[in-house]
């Protein structure tokens, strides 16, 4: 049974890369799901994503109308999810936010840890179950936790984020310091900005 | 920093076991924790604390008034918690139940599975921190699964709950068959209740 796997509405980079990360794990270990978004990629996101080549993820509305399950990643409550959330069952959640606004009918999985990055709690489940991260997925998933902890600097930061941010640079063979200041420079858009003002 | 680690209210085996489980790992990792109940063991509790020599736990009716941070174990809704649960911060669950009437002001160590038995969870968090889990613990933990999967055939069962109670059992050194038969007897109290009718 096809399983839909989103993060939340006006997306961020975490959001649309930890959708991506699950959805292939879930993949790797027999499920059958599609890493979907509630919003076009912000420009710090389309940089990411252009940068390792990696398709825009398709932009749902609706969930009901495809599916009757859905995975949630980077959020959990109902007001940042998809419109129609109430209609469809929830089987897993991976996030790393307070929980609100949030309830189940049924039993399911939940993990949520609090450090800085979804991506970094997904990267332990790969860890779990022995699925190797590609390099290409390694280089989204560096970007969510340079995008989340502003390069390791937030407030918000962990060790884990740490060591797992180094980890995931070397798989994507980048330079995390270099790539992530231009990164982060892409999302402000600064050189747009400098011109026009 | 001091936590209370507990389950519901009117315990069952597996909320009282599993606030002992989990209390006794996070103490091993380096935590401050004192595992106690929300109410006095049942006819079946009594009999697994009796059978492996371990102390009932110190009953509390409120939190707030001895600890700022708690643990729950084996449910979240807060109408099965303890009395003053809005008074106080939840830093962990650990929980097979559905989510509802659940809310954090903070982002928390959550980790729900779909499975029998919450002591079947705790078992894999004590293998991924590489903890041992010591004869008597063992013993307690595998009443809890016997208790919540009525020996493994409730509707609820799952193969980690198989397995994880027959790797208890062989710790434990009990014979799971034998053992879960008669807890489970001892639960219903059907030696009291044939001589009483
Ligand atoms: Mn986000
Ligand atoms: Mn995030
Ligand atoms: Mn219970
Ligand atoms: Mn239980």
Do not use: W
Request: with cysteine; proline share 4%.
């Amino acid at each position: 049974m096809k399983q839909l796997v989103f993060g939340h509405k006006n997306p961020d980079t975490d959001a649309i890369v930890a959708a991506k990360a699950y959805s292939y794990l879930l993949n790797q270990l027999g499920a059958d799901t599609e890493a979907v978004a509630l919003g076009e990629p912000n420009d710090e996101t389309k940089f990411v994503l252009d940068h390792f080549s990696e398709p825009y993820p398709r932009v749902i509305a609706k969930a009901s109308d495809e599916v009757s399950q859905v995975v949630l990643v980077d959020h959990n409550e109902h007001q940042q999810s998809v419109a129609d959330i109430e209609d469809v069952a929830v089987s897993h959640v991976i996030d790393h936010h307070r929980i609100a606004n949030f309830s189940t009918a049924s039993p399911l999985y939940y993990r949520a840890e609090p450090v800085g990055c979804c991506s970094t709690i997904i990267f332990k489940e790969f860890t779990e179950h022995e699925v190797e991260v590609p390099a290409k997925l390694a280089g989204l998933m560096l970007s969510a936790i340079i995008s989340d902890t502003l390069l390791f600097k937030s407030p918000t930061t962990t060790d884990d984020d740490i060591a797992i941010g180094k980890k995931l640079a070397e798989i994507a063979g980048v330079s995390y310091e270099e790539y992530g200041l231009e990164m982060l420079k892409a999302g402000t858009n600064l050189a747009t900005k400098t011109a026009e003002e």
